[in-house]
């Protein structure tokens, strides 16, 4: 099982530019999550997905939008990218195990924006 | 939403044990606590979740005292390996949280193991 994968790794963009992360894993979960981690502020959750079909807001959604393609795949979109948006971006998955559950996370996606 | 508080960074040496205290006053009912290891460059890691008293596994211990308002990770015996940043996580992740299933992360601890 390759777990969460991320693509692309790196990426620079300039003002106003758009493109998709996308997400896909391979453990059969129902959960998943796109977060961005910047310097000094930790993990801050952006949307997530309960189940395929579903997307709900997290904390810091201003400026993305996200597709639950089907229950691997969950991208996530910049429309007009800004340079507030340069970060690290982590997609995660998660299933349920009994009454808790915990998340595995991809390796990460760099984004620069100039 | 629950919010935590954790030191910023920690010191220590190979083979003591360190504890890593997270704050977490406004806890709801059906919160868990779950801490994550992170490496540079690398996603975060599952290393232990609990509701209540103590849980254990092969990697760490967790204690939460009776109110729920902090808890403390102990790792054993500390070796240069598990320099990283350490998130204590607080939410709802109970399978039928559905959409308020939405988790607040701590600022983390960066944990330095010297030889």
């Known amino acids: 099982n390759a777990g969460v994968t991320q693509t692309p790794k790196f990426q620079v963009l300039k003002t106003g530019q758009s493109m998709t992360l996308q997400c896909a894993q391979d453990?059969?979960?129902?959960?998943m999550y796109w977060y961005r981690q910047d310097p000094g502020m930790g993990l801050r959750l952006i949307y997530y997905?309960?189940?395929?079909?579903?997307?709900d807001k997290g904390e810091v959604p201003n400026g993305y939008n996200v597709s639950r393609l089907n229950k691997r795949e969950f991208s996530l979109r910049l429309e007009s990218a800004a340079p507030s948006q340069t970060s690290v971006y982590f997609c995660?998955?998660?299933?349920?195990?009994?009454?808790?559950?915990?998340?595995?996370f991809g390796p990460g996606t760099r984004l620069l924006v100039l | 939403l629950a919010k935590t508080t954790q030191p910023i960074s920690m010191d220590s040496y190979e083979g003591q044990e360190v504890n890593i205290t997270c704050s977490h006053n406004?806890?709801?009912?059906?919160?868990?606590i779950t801490w994550y290891q992170q490496f540079p460059s690398q996603g975060p890691r599952f290393i232990i979740q609990?509701?209540?008293?103590?849980v254990t596994n092969e990697v760490a211990s967790l204690f939460i005292p009776a109110d729920r308002k902090s808890s403390t990770l102990s790792l054993p015996r500390v070796s240069l390996s598990d320099t990283a940043v350490y998130y204590c996580?607080?939410?709802?992740?109970?399978?039928?949280?559905?959409?308020?299933?939405?988790?607040?992360w701590g600022l983390g601890t960066s944990l330095a193991v010297n030889p």
């Open positions: 997905s309960a189940s395929e079909g579903t997307t």
């Open positions: 996580l607080v939410g709802d992740v109970r399978y039928n949280a559905g959409n308020n299933r939405k988790l607040i």
């Open positions: 995660a998955s998660s299933e349920p195990r009994g009454p808790q559950e915990t998340q595995y």
């Open positions: 453990m059969n979960h129902n959960s």
């Open positions: 406004n806890i709801a009912t059906n919160d868990y």
């Open positions: 609990g509701y209540k008293t103590k």
